[in-house]
């Protein structure tokens, strides 16, 4: 029985697969870059922070599409149809997925826990600043916030999220050229 869904399904996979692929390459080469480049170690913790915390979202959003998507292509298909290389392509978005709990224990996720406490901490001394005081007195906050974030700290967990990044992009683009070279394989078949 042909089931025509299942090109859709591997499609659908295929596209969000890319989009992970191109959320963790622009992520490693390119979004980190300017966050290097903020002049103080309290407003590159906010930013890398609210950045990190958006582009984690996307990138389990889209993981699971890949995932699931594969595995129904795979599950929904006739017997001649079940092609290894689709269980290969979600094992390999599962992986890429895991990256940050495979190359992230313990240490880092305390040193998480620190900076976002840290991060929040800003916020509210920022906020009831901004109320309360004149410009120049919130700028002297500004500037003794920035003192109690260290930015070595923030330079070091943004350098170890660049290299999870440049990981996880490098292990779905492997599997988003499994699946095209796949798809193609699939040609006219199901």
Do not use: C
Not at 59 to 82: C, D, K
């Amino acid at each position: 029985m042909r089931l025509p869904i299942i090109p859709t399904i591997k499609f659908v996979g295929t596209v969000s697969l890319g989009l992970l692929t191109g959320i963790s390459y622009t992520t490693a080469t390119q979004s980190l870059r300017s966050l290097f480049a903020l002049p103080s170690a309290g407003a590159a913790n906010t930013s890398y922070l609210t950045h990190k915390r958006a582009t984690l979202r996307s990138i389990n959003i889209f993981s699971a599409i890949s995932i699931s998507t594969y595995a129904l292509a795979y599950t929904l298909a006739p017997r001649q149809g079940r092609h290894p290389y689709l269980l290969y392509t979600s094992v390999l978005v599962a992986l890429s997925g895991g990256v940050d709990y495979f190359l992230s224990r313990g240490a880092s996720q305390q040193e998480s826990r620190d900076m976002q406490t840290a991060a929040k901490a800003n916020q509210k001394a920022s906020n009831t600043m901004e109320m309360e005081e004149s410009d120049e007195d919130f700028e002297d906050l500004k500037e003794a916030q920035s003192l109690r974030v260290n930015g070595e700290e923030v330079r070091l967990s943004m350098e170890g999220w660049k290299f999870r990044e440049t990981v996880r992009g490098s292990v779905s683009a492997v599997a988003f050229m499994m699946a095209v070279v796949g798809m193609w394989g699939d040609g006219a078949r199901v």
